[in-house]
């Protein structure tokens, strides 16, 4: 059994503890709970008013199916589109404390990396519990759908979801464990400046499981910068660009590539755009970003694979 499967098998059995816990009798607060960032919570037995202070939970809350308990998301909430209809109380970097109280929430969920903390605290002074979040890989955030299953009453979904997720992560596994080759891969998130992402981060993670080498874990942190002449001398075999990289159409995006068919990459006809939005938010979705990067990485394994 590899390590990502076992990272999932004792995530899920802390979401059945907790949702255990959750669902004992008591009154209008359950039982204190702590939250993904190591915070003591307490959190409403039933909540029934939510706002959401990140994309990646509002997608989260809708996916294990309470999005009817939804009242107000923040900027970018926009998957599923209904998303897209709810209140707004800024952007998950710069809350707007005011719009959150009008909405009168009994809950609030937070994400670690991004909401401010003087913010988070000002809420939890008012009197409305923030539990927060803080994954950092494809575990992680199969903890967080364990966990907001069982804060939100929807346990059985969070499992499927998590069930789903690691029997497509083993499917994976099996096809690239016996590959000889892992191709060497740059990652660009930006236009302009380039930047890329190297150790620690989601897309090492990704790159790695699909069959591939980073090449951005070379410069020994998690979001370097790059000019061409650097990249040349990575000498990528395989390019993947984020399609909202400085906001360029994917013909722009694949055409700064093309410059430099001294690149294997370029060379090779090898320079793919991925959705964004697939694979920079910490969702289940980010399992489908997994399948388009092993599609890319290794095309001989899971079929030959057009920009789409």
């Not at 998301?73 to 209904?82: D, F, M």
């Amino acid at each position: 059994m590899g390590p990502v499967l076992m990272r999932f098998i004792i995530q899920a059995i802390y979401g059945l503890i907790l949702a255990i816990a959750l669902s004992l009798p008591g009154g209008a607060w359950a039982a204190t709970v702590i939250d993904q960032a190591g915070r003591s919570v307490e959190v409403p037995d039933f909540p029934r008013r939510v706002v959401s202070l990140a994309p990646s939970l509002t997608e989260i809350v809708y996916a294990i199916g309470r999005e009817d308990r939804l009242v107000g998301a923040t900027q970018y909430s926009n998957e599923p589109p209904p998303a897209r209809d709810l209140p707004r109380v800024g952007s998950y970097v710069k809350l707007d404390l005011e719009k959150i109280i009008a909405l009168k929430p009994d809950l609030c969920l937070g994400i670690k990396d991004g909401n401010p903390l003087s913010v988070v605290q000002r809420i939890e002074a008012l009197g409305i519990p923030v539990y927060v979040i803080d994954p950092h890989d494809l575990a992680g955030i199969a903890e967080v759908v364990e966990r907001l299953g069982a804060l939100l009453g929807a346990k059985d979904r969070a499992t499927a979801i998590t069930s789903d997720m690691r029997s497509r992560i083993a499917r994976i596994n099996r096809l690239v464990a016996g590959t000889p080759e892992r191709p060497g891969v740059f990652f660009q998130i930006d236009a302009a400046p380039i930047i890329s992402a190297g150790l620690g981060t989601f897309i090492d993670e990704l790159i790695s499981l699909a069959g591939g080498r980073n090449l951005a874990v070379k410069a020994g942190v998690a979001y370097p910068r790059y000019n061409w002449e650097e990249i040349i001398t990575l000498a990528p075999q395989v390019a993947i660009v984020a399609s909202m990289a400085g906001g360029y159409s994917v013909e722009d995006l694949k055409g700064g590539w093309l410059r430099w068919p001294q690149i294997p990459a370029v060379r090779d006809g090898r320079v793919h755009v991925v959705e964004a939005d697939l694979i920079d938010r910490p969702t289940p979705r980010l399992v489908e970003g997994l399948e388009r990067f092993a599609e890319i990485i290794h095309p001989e394994l899971f079929g030959e694979v057009d920009d789409r």
